[in-house]
């Protein structure tokens, strides 16, 4: 068994660093709008985009920058607003909050202690707020009145970066004739990216071979 199959249950590290963070014209627009934190209005931002965007890097790069807290749409109904009033906040995956009584009710009393005790409030969803869902009225209009940026569809740069990055987070060495080759394959999507990475990593350690273009391609036409 060679060490990449014995390897082949570690978990690999993503590297979210503002170094890490590789900027086109697809999210130039958001990243300034991070580094430009103390200027949002209403000392507030909506961050939006696909899956695998690139929100959670943003969201580090702020919290590292702001000294905030990064808390989890997920785990938002166990969560007590007075602890992080004054504090800045990034609220991940806000999206996934609507319909949860306790959720909505926990995520207006923190955007109301976070703001009033003068901290800066970072929001990330997959959508913008009025397609949420949202039940609470109150959080709704505070939502929809809040400063929004996007993150567009990853173009030709963004994706190979995404590519090179992707890789580099599973510790795999990859050749610039490789990601061309699959640039020039994938959807331009976030999400593609990230599963041909998975599916070539999991294919190589399988087979025991290396992440190639004949390796690609034979995964590709699978």
Excluded: C
């Amino acid at each position: 068994m060679t060490a990449r199959q014995l390897a082949f249950d570690l978990p690999h590290r993503e590297a979210r660093g503002r170094g890490d963070f590789f900027v086109s014209d697809s999210n130039a627009a958001a990243l300034a709008a991070i580094e430009g934190w103390r200027d949002w209005p209403g000392a507030k931002l909506v961050l939006v985009g696909p899956p695998g965007a690139g929100k959670s890097h943003l969201a580090q790069v702020w919290a590292d920058l702001a000294d905030a807290a990064i808390l989890d749409a997920a785990s938002l109904a166990a969560t007590d607003p007075p602890a992080q009033a004054g504090r800045s906040v990034a609220l991940e995956d806000a999206h996934r909050i609507a319909g949860d009584p306790g959720a909505e009710e926990t995520a207006f009393h923190l955007h109301n202690l976070v703001l009033a005790e003068g901290g800066h409030l970072l929001v990330t969803a997959t959508l913008p707020p009025s397609r949420w869902g949202l039940a609470l009225p109150d959080l709704q209009s505070r939502m929809e009145g809040t400063t929004m940026v996007a993150i567009d569809p990853p173009d030709e740069a963004l994706l190979a970066a995404m590519l090179v990055k992707l890789f580099a987070d599973r510790q795999i060495e990859v050749t610039p004739h490789l990601i061309a080759y699959l640039v020039a394959r994938i959807d331009r999507s976030f999400t593609a990216a990230g599963e041909t990475v998975a599916r070539l990593d999991a294919a190589g350690l399988e087979r025991g071979r290396k992440v190639s273009v004949d390796l690609a391609r034979d995964v590709l036409r699978a």
